[in-house]
Every structure is written in C-alpha cells, then in structure tokens.
C-alpha cells in the first residue's frame, strides 16, 4: 500500500490511493510533539521528541498510546557513536547525520535506516515493513507499506523518521 503524505502547516495526512484519508498528523504551534489521528478525528498516539537529560545525552523519540508510553527510540548522543547505531561522518560546518535508530515498541524492535539515495527503510525482525521516500525533495512523499501494516502506527513511525531526518539541522540566529 502506497501512502502520499500532504503537508500543510498543522496538519499532514495520510491519502491512499484512492485519494481516502487514512490518518492525520496534527501539530502544535510551539515543540515538536504530533498527535496521530485516525480518519474521523480519534486521537491515538502521540509523538514527541524528549530533549536530552543531561549535557552530552542523547534525545529520545516517544510514542504514547492514551497516558502509557507504547514505543521510544534513544538517539545516539554527539559523543557516542554505538556500533549498531551507526552515524555518518561528519564534514567541516556539518553535524554528524543519524543513519539509523532502534525502536522499541511491543510488537518488536524496529529499526529505521537512511538509505544512500535518502530513503528511509523500516524493518522488524530482519523483514521488511516498507519504506519513506526522501524528506528533502519537491512534491509529496510516499510511505510504501506491507500490505498487514497498521497505518496509524506507520504514521507514528513517519513522524520518528522525521525528527530523525532533522537532528542535523543547524537553527542559524
């Protein structure tokens, strides 16, 4: 199943092929947190990027469904560099890029990994789940998924993929 992601200042949604919403993405006017939506309007998760609990820690990703935490991603710290976690090289004015993170969530650890050409590959147990298309280009993205996939919980993963895809970026004052 292919999802095209819309983008609009609060609100992204999930559009299948048959142009049918499938979740949404509701933002906040300040922080990074994102409620997951389903159809009707449902809150069912929501995702937000803790910051870091001490100089030189690392942030974490956490998915809440209703008041418990249901899945958090610990992202790799600017002084650690875990060999399954890897990150790539960093160059002269760059921070280093996070090219994979391990998700732990009930169903399984997921694990997201950028791909050379920007993709970002989602997997569970050494199979594949589906993929996100590049987030730095023109037009929509597309989040490809297995067909037994829930959407509402890949929508979750959407948003982890993003903070992921952004903890480079450099906030020039």
Known sequence: MNLKIVKTPLLWKLVDEQNQ??????????GPAKTVCSP???????????????????????MYRGASLYAVADVPGPDEQPQDLTVSPAFLFRPPRIQKIRIQAPEGPYILQRMEDGRVTVSCSDQ??????????????????????????????????????????????
């Open 128 to 173: 594949d789940l589906g993929s996100i298309s590049p987030f730095f280009k023109m037009g929509h993205q597309i989040l490809s998924l297995a067909p037994k996939t829930d959407p509402l919980f890949f929508a979750g993963i959407y948003v982890m993929a993003y903070y992921m895809s952004h903890e480079d970026d450099i906030d020039l004052v």
């Open 21 to 30: 919403v499938v979740a949404r993405l509701l933002g906040r006017l300040t």
């Open 40 to 62: 009707d309007g449902a809150s069912v998760y929501l995702v937000d990027k803790a910051p870091p609990s001490a100089p030189g820690a690392a942030a974490r990703y956490q």
